[in-house]
C-alpha cells in the first residue's frame, strides 16, 4: 500500500509534514491533515485515508495523533512514528505555552472572545466540508454509502438529539456497524 504511493524522502520531510499540519489546524487538524496527506503530499488515497481515520477513532486519544502515529509507521516503523508525533506537537505546543503565557490577561475581552467564538464555527464548518468531501470514499467501504449514513444519522440522532452518554452511543452503533460489516463480508 504504501510502495504504491508517493513517500516522504526521510524523517525529517515526515517531520516538516506533520508539523505543517499541525500548524495549521485551529480547533481542528482532521480537514487540514486530509488535505496533506491526500490532496497536497499523495501519500494516502481517500480510501486509505478513511481506513486510517477509521482506526484512528477506535483507538483511545486524538484522531490526529493515531493518525501521526499509524502514517510515521507506515514510513519509517517506529522512529516514524515518534518523528510524526513530534511533529504534531513540539512546536505547536511551545507556541500554545507561548500565546497562553501572553495573552491570558485579555482573554476577558470582548473582541477576544468574539474571535475565539469565531474561531469555533470556522473549526465546525472545516469538520462538515471534510465530511462532505470523504463521503465519495463510501462507495468502495462494505457497508455502502447508503447505510453509512444511516448509521452516522443514528449517531447524530443519538448524541445530539437523544443527549445519550458518548460511551453507548459509540458500542451500540459502533457494534450495530461493526455486525452490518461482518455480515456484508461473510456474504462475499
Known sequence: MAGERAAP???WAL???FNRLAL????????VAQRELVDRLGWLSRAEFLEVLAVAQVLPGPNVVNISLMIGDRFFGLRGAFTALAGMFVLPCAIVLGLT????QFLHQPLVAGALRGMGAVAAGLILATG???MGGLKANV???SVSLGLAALGFAAIALLR????WAVL???GLGMALAWHRLGKD
Not at 24 to 31: E, S
Not at 101 to 104: E, Q
Not at 164 to 167: H, K, R
Open 101 to 104: 503565557a501572553l495573552t491570558g
Open 164 to 167: 445519550l452518554p458518548l460511551i
Open 15 to 17: 517531520y516538516l509534514a
Open 24 to 31: 495549521q489546524g485551529f480547533g481542528g487538524v482532521l480537514a
Open 143 to 145: 457497508l455502502g454509502r
Open 172 to 174: 451500540g452503533i459502533g
Open 9 to 11: 524522502q526521510d524523517l
Open 132 to 134: 462532505l468531501k470523504l
